[in-house]
């Protein structure tokens, strides 16, 4: 079945950095790719995804690359801001129907001010 | 009001005692799922189901049962808690293309 590894676990950054958090996946099928955002306190909430058919995807601070040949994606998070701490979760799926979503363990995001 | 609504949000309890988490919604989706979150590794999938009649087991169901009451609701049961079994818990709704809708999670805590 599919394995999704994310790293780094941890990620400190200074306001106005970048961030960038990467992730593999191994099954070849997999052709969705949400990346969710989990405040503390609440669920996990959708902020990006990519379908295979595409190769780069933004949204205003917040892009996402995926190289299906090598099988990994990335969240790119431009001028972070403290609002941006969080823990954020990859995922891969060969469907769009959510019960075989696999997601990576998480990265915990510091953005210090 | 949440669209995605779990009780209890914290429950400490005993080795032995039967949890039930419950879960409702108001988004309209037929796919509901229930995963636990656990640090270190993510989100994995305990139930899903598509509709009333269909249940389905995920990668992690043992130990755990469900019910689907109707459309908008969606149980999680453990029939004898174990220690293993504290973790955090989220019910999660889809309509099947692609976006997962997350409740505010259930904390279980099991002595």
């Known amino acids: 079945g599919e394995n999704v590894e994310q790293h780094p676990s941890t990620l400190s950054v200074q306001e106005g950095d970048s961030a960038v958090i990467k992730c593999t996946y191994s099954d070849s099928a997999s052709n969705y790719f949400p990346w969710y955002k989990q405040e503390l306190g609440k669920g996990p909430q959708l902020i990006i995804d990519i379908r295979s058919n595409v190769g780069e995807k933004k949204d205003q601070r917040i892009a996402v690359t995926l190289n299906k040949t090598a099988k990994h994606f990335s969240l790119h998070i431009t001028e972070t801001q403290p609002e941006d701490s969080a823990v954020y979760f990859c995922a891969a799926t060969p469907n769009t129907g959510g019960f075989k979503t696999i997601f990576g363990a998480g990265t915990r995001l510091f953005v210090k001010a | 009001d949440a669209d995605v609504t779990q009780t209890p949000r914290n429950r400490i309890t005993k080795t032995g005692k039967r949890i039930m988490l419950e879960c409702s919604q108001t988004k309209g989706h037929d796919r509901m799922y229930w995963y636990r979150q656990d640090p270190g590794l993510g989100l994995r999938l305990i139930y899903y189901s598509f509709d009333v009649k269909d249940i389905n087991k995920g990668e992690i169901s043992d130990g755990y049962s469900v019910s689907r009451q109707a459309q908008a609701k969606f149980s999680l049961s453990l029939e004898s808690a174990i220690p293993n079994q504290t973790a955090l818990y989220f019910c999660?709704?889809?309509?099947?293309?692609?976006?997962?809708?997350f409740g505010e999670g259930s904390r279980l805590t099991v002595l």
């Open positions: 999660a709704t889809s309509d099947g293309y692609g976006e997962l809708f």
